[in-house]
Nanobody, 119 residues
Framework: QVQLVESGGGLVQPGGSLRLSCAAS????????MGWYRQAPGKQRELVAE???????NYVDSVKGRFTISRDNAKNTVYLQMDRLKPEDTAVYYC?????????????WGKGTLVTVSS
């Protein structure tokens, strides 16, 4: 099992910045992808960004150039730096770890942290 604890959400004005953090603990395998998803009211959960060691990070088009994902493998922590935030970025953000065990994988999810972009 892998446990995920998120932090860093809150209320910010348009154009502002927030930094989300997610720390993973438990039985973490050597191969895993860390990422952030979000779900806005009335919409499906979507991938925001994901990162794997040694591979360029992947971003949804709507956040490219504004958000930066990074990870600290020593701390099993993933970060999402969100700059130039827009009202449409308002959502609950979920941390995800996709842990690979041989040929299979298991998705683990955090409880979510609310990001509200409003003046």
């Amino acid at each position: 099992q892998v446990q995920l604890v998120e932090s860093g959400g809150g209320l910010v004005q348009p154009g502002g910045s927030l930094r989300l953090s997610c720390a993973a603990s438990g039985s973490i395998p050597s191969v895993y992808v860390m990422g952030w998803y979000r779900q806005a009211p009335g919409k499906q959960r979507e991938l925001v960004a994901e990162i794997t060691s040694g591979v360029p990070a992947n971003y949804v088009d709507s956040v490219k150039g504004r958000f930066t994902i990074s990870r600290d493998n020593a701390k099993n922590t993933v970060y999402l730096q969100m700059d130039r935030l827009k009202p449409e970025d308002t959502a609950v953000y979920y941390c995800n770890v996709r842990a690979y065990y041989g040929g299979n994988y298991v998705d683990y999810w955090g409880k979510g942290t609310l990001v509200t972009v409003s003046s």
